[in-house]
């Protein structure tokens, strides 16, 4: 991801300029002038690139913006004046590398809310959760926000499935096991799949609900600025291995519709063929914070706000909340047996 120090220079006045979500621009720190960011209109930001298991990819190595967590190993690029010198990933410190080999990003969704609305969503969330400790909201308040753009796979493919199963039916008064065959083709459009070991179910999450291809555009490093990023650095090949968990429990659900049964003991045999791929970045703000002694992240989607989150329990209120309806149970019980109802 290299850029110029001098491309994310004001024009105006010499400041150094960031992206900003709210004016799709480049704006300047000193006098907020803001710049229009200009992409290749004939670059097609939606096209994917068909994959070649034979061709071998190359990594390219950049220097002079990359930092590495020495809590996590994350490795972060930073355009422009760094924000922060803590990961996104773990908030561990950072410390500059002389180079980090990774592979070009083809399309990204640029951030499209501010940090502020962020930590009021994560704020908000915290708010709203059941069995909450006292001085969570004071906890989450304190937090720090950190903003990612998170690497992803995209992935299209064409699968001719075999399967087999079994399924229960009733003959007379006996319930019988049967065995169910078939075949059928499916077609696989835009698995998102995170592109880095450090992306945790909840980043994913918290992004997954909110993506549409449409709204990719070309990559240009003037997005980035003042905004870490972390590079591609897992192969189409380990791409496609880490989709396989996901896509299996989509073939088991589309095995099920095309037998029209509710098959137990599932097996199948995939013959996969037009594999086609995307290299992008998606917008995250992880806030992390600190309660009881524990570190908890809550993740917020740089899109449209979706928040997911970690969060401790308070045990006292778990067992008040137990006790009322174990004992609201007991009354109904009650009222039941005196009203003679069955």
């Known amino acids: ?48 690139t068909d994959h070649d298991a034979l061709v071998p990819e190359r990594p390219v190595s950049e220097s002079g913006h990359a930092h590495r967590c020495e809590t996590c190993g994350g490795t972060v690029t930073i355009a ?86 079994t ?31 450090h992306i945790t179910p909840l980043i994913r999450d918290g992004v997954l609900h909110d993506f549409d291809p449409g709204t990719l555009r070309p990559y240009g490093p003037a997005y980035l600025a003042g905004f870490p990023a972390e590079r591609h650095h897992l192969t189409v090949e380990e791409g496609l291995t880490a989709k396989k968990r996901d896509k299996d429990v989509l073939i088991r659900n589309r095995i099920k519709t095309h037998a029209r049964r509710n098959l137990s003991n599932i097996g199948y045999r995939a013959s996969t063929s037009g594999v086609r791929y995307r290299r992008i970045l998606l917008p995250v703000y992880i806030l992390h914070y600190e309660h ?12 449209h706000g979706k928040t997911f989150g970690e969060r401790p329990f308070s045990h006292g209120k778990l067992f008040a909340y137990a006790a009322v309806i174990s004992l609201a149970a007991v009354m109904a019980g009650i009222v039941y047996t005196l009203l003679g109802l069955p």
Not at 2 to 15: F, R, Y
Request: glycine share 10%; aromatic share 10%.
């Open 1 to 48: 991801m290299p850029v110029a120090q001098s491309d994310l220079q004001c024009t105006a006045c010499g400041g150094q300029c960031a992206y900003s979500p709210q004016r799709e621009a480049l704006v300047c720190d000193s006098c907020g002038t803001a710049h229009e960011i200009v992409v290749d209109p004939d670059i097609d930001a939606t096209a994917e």
């Open 80 to 165: 422009g004046a760094a924000l922060s010198d803590r990961c996104s990933y773990c908030n561990g410190p950072l410390v500059r590398t002389l180079e980090d080999a990774g592979y070009p990003a083809m399309a990204l969704i640029p951030f499209q809310l501010e940090a502020p609305y962020a930590a009021e969503s994560a704020r908000a969330w915290a708010a709203r959760r059941v069995a909450a400790p006292g001085g969570l909201g004071a906890s989450v308040a304190a937090g720090r926000i950190a903003t990612l753009y998170a690497p992803f796979f995209t992935f299209d493919s064409t699968d001719l499935i075999d399967y087999w199963g």
């Open 167 to 197: 399924y229960t039916t009733k003959r007379g008064k006996r319930t019988v096991r049967r065995k169910k065959t078939g075949k059928f083709e499916t077609d696989f459009d835009d698995l998102l799949v995170p592109a880095s070991p």
């Open 292 to 303: 009881g002694g524990k570190a908890y992240k809550i993740v917020t989607c740089g899109l």
